[in-house]
């Protein structure tokens, strides 16, 4: 497509959710299938909700999902300024040319009124509108009121009876009628701040935005911004409104759900690449049914036509499931990188060395879901004593005696140390001076020395946790266990 233009437009009232991450991922991936250019626009115009350090978090969460941007608040574009609060001069320019036209007036109606008129239409069934009481004031009498210090909001002003169409590129031929989109509506508020429907249709023209693709809950917006463009004169972009995510009630998806902000799936331990990949998932499929995709895959893979209609429900066990998969398939260097945070928040790993924590990462990351999930496996490796969980104690009661806690304890101080090899040996003499064998002897070993019931195999296990500390483990069980 020719100079495609796409643009997420954020409000920074709070963290970066889950819906609008898949919305500006969506908008990324189009951008790069058809060589266009992916904007980034801060709708910053609620200066009650509207904070600098929101901005900065969506910001980084963005980057961290490798969304980049090639026009945006922090970098150069030919439609700079890229935040609302910035553009307040281009905003008044139109604006007057709307009130000079006819198609705008001042509104002196205070929040009192617009109750009234609003219990009015209850009474008699009505959807709720403004019933145009400030339409045709004088000259004389919008003087009078603004000398009396009262201040005006700007309202447009609707032509009853207008068909309006969308044509969405998800849905179809959609269609309005201007006479119920609630009466003449503010564009600008009584402490002149412009309101969001009416300046994204200008901000969308100016940045030469060509398609705008956003959740459903927008497509009530759509025809408001379109009587607005019209009698602007303003380029109207092609529109898709794609579903909604929802919880597994099938509910919109909150935070009672669980985790909605992708700060939060950071913190937790997800790698941006599975939540990438996940959030594809949600309302689009590949023709081939896949489900692991690099980005590379997913910008080649990507049309609009494919992008449901229908709601997606989030499935937090598959993403858990999908994010295992990338810590198994991961670069170990970067792996251990990424997660040294979550392994400092419990030990000093300080004196620790890279090589032996690869091996430790490499052994058990089979069984990391999510990064986080390490604070459940290291222990096994590193502490001197451990605490055995619930699985254990039948087995530590029933299978776990002295004799078998001193010929472990003697064949392992008989070896100069641990590997795959002293490993057997040690294994060999312990089965003929216990007469155990196979699960009767390997699982009562395996608790005695992990804690658990499963795990990294045995060998490998006894290796990377070391003689030393091994012994000190097994000699603590035999006092206190």
Same mark, same amino acid.
């Given at each position: 497509?020719?100079?495609?233009?796409?643009?997420?437009?954020?409000?920074?009232?709070?963290?970066?959710?889950?819906?609008?991450?898949?919305?500006?991922?969506?908008?990324?991936? +189009?951008?790069?299938?058809?060589?266009?250019?992916? *904007?980034?626009? !801060?709708?910053?115009?609620?200066?009650?909700?509207?904070?600098?350090? =929101?901005?900065? =978090?969506?910001?980084?969460?963005?980057?961290?999902?490798?969304?980049?941007? /090639?026009?945006?608040?922090?970098?150069?574009?030919?439609?700079?300024?890229?935040?609302?609060?910035?553009?307040?001069?281009?905003?008044?320019?139109?604006?007057?040319?709307? !009130?000079?036209?006819?198609?705008?007036?001042?509104?002196?109606?205070?929040?009192?009124?617009?109750?009234?008129?609003?219990?009015?239409c209850i009474k008699e069934n009505k959807q709720p509108r403004y019933n145009g009481k400030c339409r045709?004031l004088s000259k004389e009498e919008i003087e009078a009121k603004e000398k009396s210090g009262l201040k005006?909001?700007?309202?447009?002003? *609707?032509?009853?009876?207008?068909?309006?169409?969308?044509?969405?590129?998800?849905?179809?031929?959609?269609?309005?009628?201007?006479?119920?989109?609630?009466?003449?509506?503010?564009?600008?508020?009584?402490?002149?701040?412009? *309101?969001?429907?009416?300046? *994204?249709?200008?901000?969308?023209?100016?940045?030469?935005?060509?398609?705008? +693709?956003?959740?459903?809950?927008?497509?009530?917006?759509?025809?408001?911004?379109?009587? !607005?463009?019209?009698?602007?004169?303003?380029?109207?972009?092609?529109?898709?409104?794609?579903?909604?995510?929802?919880?597994?009630?099938?509910?919109?998806? =909150?935070?009672?759900?669980? !985790?909605?902000?992708?700060?939060?799936?950071?913190?937790?331990?997800?790698?941006?690449?599975?939540?990438?990949?996940y959030l594809s998932l949600l309302g689009w499929s590949s023709e081939t049914g896949e489900e692991i995709?690099?980005?590379?895959?997913?910008?080649?893979?990507? /049309?609009?036509?494919?992008?449901?209609?229908?709601?997606?429900?989030?499935?937090?066990?598959?993403?858990? %499931?999908?994010?295992? #998969?990338?810590?198994?398939?991961? /670069?170990?260097?970067?792996?251990?990188?990424?997660?040294?945070?979550?392994?400092?928040?419990?030990?000093?790993?300080?004196?620790?060395?890279?090589? %032996?924590?690869?091996?430790?990462?490499?052994?058990?990351?089979?069984?990391?879901?999510?990064?986080?999930?390490?604070?459940?496996?290291?222990?096994?490796?590193?502490?001197?004593?451990?605490?055995?969980?619930?699985?254990?104690?039948?087995? #530590?009661?029933?299978?776990?005696?002295?004799?078998?806690?001193?010929?472990?304890?003697?064949?392992?101080? @008989?070896?100069?140390?641990?590997?795959?090899?002293?490993?057997?040996?040690?294994?060999?003499?312990?089965?003929?001076?216990?007469?155990?064998?196979?699960?009767?002897?390997?699982?009562?070993?395996?608790?005695? #020395?992990?804690? @658990?019931?499963?795990?990294?195999?045995?060998? @490998?296990?006894?290796?990377?946790?070391?003689?030393?500390?091994?012994?000190?483990?097994?000699?603590?069980?035999?006092?206190?266990?």
């Open positions: 497509m020719e100079n495609f233009r796409v643009r997420f437009a954020p409000s920074p009232t709070g963290k970066l959710h889950i819906g609008n991450a898949r919305t500006a991922m969506f908008n990324y991936l +189009l951008s790069r299938k058809y060589h266009g250019k992916f *904007v980034l626009r !801060i709708e910053d115009t609620d200066f009650e909700r509207s904070t600098k350090e =929101s901005e900065i =978090s969506i910001l980084q969460d963005l980057k961290w999902l490798g969304l980049e941007w /090639d026009e945006g608040p922090d970098t150069e574009g030919p439609y700079k300024p890229y935040r609302q609060s910035d553009r307040f001069d281009i905003y008044n320019k139109f604006t007057q040319q709307l !009130i000079s036209q006819g198609d705008a007036y001042k509104c002196f109606c205070s929040a009192e009124d617009i109750e009234v008129m609003r219990q009015e045709n005006p909001s700007i309202r447009f002003k *609707v032509e009853e009876g207008v068909n309006i169409v969308v044509n969405d590129l998800l849905r179809g031929k959609i269609e309005f009628n201007s006479s119920n989109i609630g009466g003449d509506f503010i564009i600008v508020r009584s402490d002149n701040v412009p *309101v969001y429907n009416y300046i *994204v249709v200008i901000d969308d023209d100016l940045m030469k935005i060509t398609h705008v +693709l956003r959740g459903e809950d927008h497509l009530s917006n759509t025809p408001k911004q379109i009587l !607005i463009a019209k009698k602007l004169s303003l380029n109207i972009p092609q529109y898709a409104h794609h579903a909604l995510i929802l919880g597994p009630d099938r509910a919109k998806l =909150s935070k009672r759900h669980g !985790i909605t902000s992708v700060a939060n799936y950071r913190d937790e331990g997800y790698l941006s690449e599975a939540l990438f990949n995709f690099t980005k590379d895959e997913l910008i080649s893979q990507i /049309d609009i036509s494919r992008i449901g209609k229908s709601a997606a429900v989030f499935d937090f066990k598959k993403l858990r %499931w999908i994010n295992g #998969i990338y810590i198994r398939n991961y /670069d170990l260097d970067k792996l251990l990188t990424l997660i040294k945070p979550f392994l400092n928040k419990d030990y000093d790993i300080s004196n620790l060395s890279d090589v %032996w924590l690869k091996d430790v990462l490499e052994a058990i990351r089979g069984n990391l879901e999510v990064l986080s999930d390490i604070k459940e496996w290291f222990p096994i490796f590193y502490n001197e004593t451990i605490n055995y969980d619930d699985d254990c104690k039948d087995i #530590i009661k029933q299978d776990i005696n002295q004799t078998l806690i001193n010929s472990l304890l003697s064949n392992i101080e @008989k070896v100069d140390t641990l590997n795959h090899d002293s490993y057997n040996i040690i294994m060999k003499a312990v089965m003929e001076e216990t007469q155990l064998k196979g699960k009767k002897l390997f699982m009562p070993v395996r608790v005695l #020395i992990t804690g @658990k019931t499963k795990g990294v195999d045995l060998d @490998k296990t006894m290796e990377l946790i070391g003689k030393k500390r091994l012994i000190a483990r097994i000699k603590s069980f035999r006092v206190n266990g």
